[in-house]
């Protein structure tokens, strides 16, 4: 029977009064076995409990509680999912992980591929590594939305796309789960001469039919680095292709609108951008709900700012910051244009502020990819070093690790400061910080 080490003992809780202790193992509850998070959470909201303890010595108690169905016990473990991540069995043709260079943190080439991810931070999963057992248990727990990499509802397709023969098989879990109404949205990483054009209108008008269940479907183009030696041949989408995929989408947002009230499948701002079309209005984005998939982003981040610059000038009665400063914002080359716009804009309210808007090549992963995120501290030092960089320089907080202060490339945020010898401006994603950080 799997067994869980205690890290911890919440101070008041009923753990503590049990004299449970850090070191001590959590052996099983009701007589069930604890496989991971979502069954401790399931079976401590009954009200009575009895609970098998392994002490450090090896002396097992079991202890009665009666308690209120939302009371925790106050036991805290180690790893947030009481269990080891399961990574990927896939080998997709479009994987970015596999186009890394060597020589990375080891963390950079671990592939995912959880569903309790995708319910507890939004992870896109393939579900070729579940059983229907394990389906099953998402039903009875009600973990939603459950996050699912679709590329294609052609079984064949999706098998050489993810080089997993099971790939097309489990496809029909989408069946159960939306028999179950359980809420799902879906990924498509789109790799031309694969999976778009006829084959992309087959994927939508099979997904179309799970809606509104299947609340949103998110197509992203492929990312190419220069880093694919021995790997499928892809070819990058032209503007004609953008142009294309994007009327592709808006026939089936009407189809959405008219059924379901939403727009149901959305391209991310990549798209617009090399097509030369508009980024859509805000109502078209239904709440934003992709955002981590690159849709909307633009849009919003202009939306916020035009909104920050109204309250201030509300706040102030239109009295103008006049302090004098010069800035240098960097960003990928692809929002390089949004970026010079949103910089205007700030003169609205700002007018003695100069901001250097400095697109940067990416030399680590390769010209083609030209988001933010994917920029490496020393490609931004190489292409800064030298420059007049005014009194800071604007570095948006997706170049950084999440929970760290450090570039894709290791290199640390002090070694960038230094190597600029300028003071560093983290701003959020969000136009609200954007304007807020360059004025304070």
């Known amino acids: 029977m799997k067994k869980h080490i205690i890290d911890g003992i919440e101070e008041g809780s009923i753990a503590e009064e049990l004299e449970i202790e850090a070191g001590d193992m959590l052996v099983s509850i009701n007589n069930k076995e604890i496989e991971d998070i979502f069954d401790y959470q399931f079976l401590v909201d009954d009200e009575y409990l009895e609970i098998l303890i392994e002490k450090k010595d090896g002396e097992q108690w079991l202890l009665e509680v009666e308690k209120d169905s939302d009371e925790e016990l106050g036991l805290i473990f180690g790893e ?44 896109y999963v393939s579900l070729t590594n579940l059983k ?3 389906i099953k248990r998402i039903i009875e727990y009600k973990l939603a939305p459950i996050n699912i990499s679709i590329h294609t509802t052609n079984p064949e397709l999706r098998c050489k796309m993810l080089n997993n023969r099971f790939a097309g098989e489990v496809l029909h879990y989408i069946d159960m789960l939306f028999e179950a109404k359980v809420p799902m949205n879906a990924q498509i990483v789109l790799c031309k001469g694969l999976n778009d054009g006829a084959e992309l209108e087959r994927t939508l008008s099979d997904l179309i039919k799970y809606a509104p269940v299947l609340e949103s479907v998110t197509i992203v183009p492929v990312g190419l680095s220069k880093h694919r ?17 994007i009327q592709t989408v808006n026939k089936f947002q009407q189809i959405a609108l008219e059924k379901f009230g939403t727009h149901f499948v959305h391209a991310s701002d990549e798209w617009y951008i090399n097509s030369g079309i508009p980024i859509p209005e805000e109502e078209s984005y239904d709440g934003y709900g992709q955002l981590e998939n690159g849709v909307g982003m633009v849009r919003l981040m202009h939306s916020e700012l035009d909104n920050a610059i109204d309250e201030y000038l509300d706040e102030h009665k239109g009295k103008l910051y006049m302090k004098s400063k010069t800035l240098t914002n960097i960003c990928g ?12 804009k700030i003169k609205k309210v700002a007018p003695n502020i100069k901001i250097n808007v400095c697109p940067i090549k990416n030399d680590f992963f390769g010209e083609k ?3 933010t995120g994917l920029l490496t501290g020393k490609d931004i030092v190489a292409q800064l070093q030298g420059k007049d960089l005014g009194d800071g320089v604007i570095l948006p907080c997706n170049c950084l690790k999440a929970d760290e202060d ?30 807020s950080s360059i004025l304070d």
């Open 369 to 371: 990819i030209t988001v």
């Open 229 to 245: 030696e021995g790997l499928y041949k892809l070819e990058s989408f032209n503007k004609e292709d953008a142009i294309n995929l």
């Open 333 to 344: 080359m692809l929002v390089y244009d949004y970026m010079v716009m949103a910089t205007e």
């Open 132 to 134: 229907e057992k394990d």
């Open 406 to 435: 450090i570039f894709l490339d290791d290199m640390t945020l002090e070694e960038f400061q230094n190597a600029l010898q300028v003071p560093v401006i983290i701003v959020q994603s969000s136009g609200t910080d954007f304007l």
């Open 80 to 123: 947030s999912l009481m269990d080891q991540y399961r990574n990927c069995h896939n080998k997709c043709v479009f994987c970015f992980i596999d186009q890394n260079p060597k020589g990375m943190r080891e963390t950079i080439y671990f592939k995912d591929d959880d569903t309790r991810l995708s319910f507890l931070q939004g992870n």
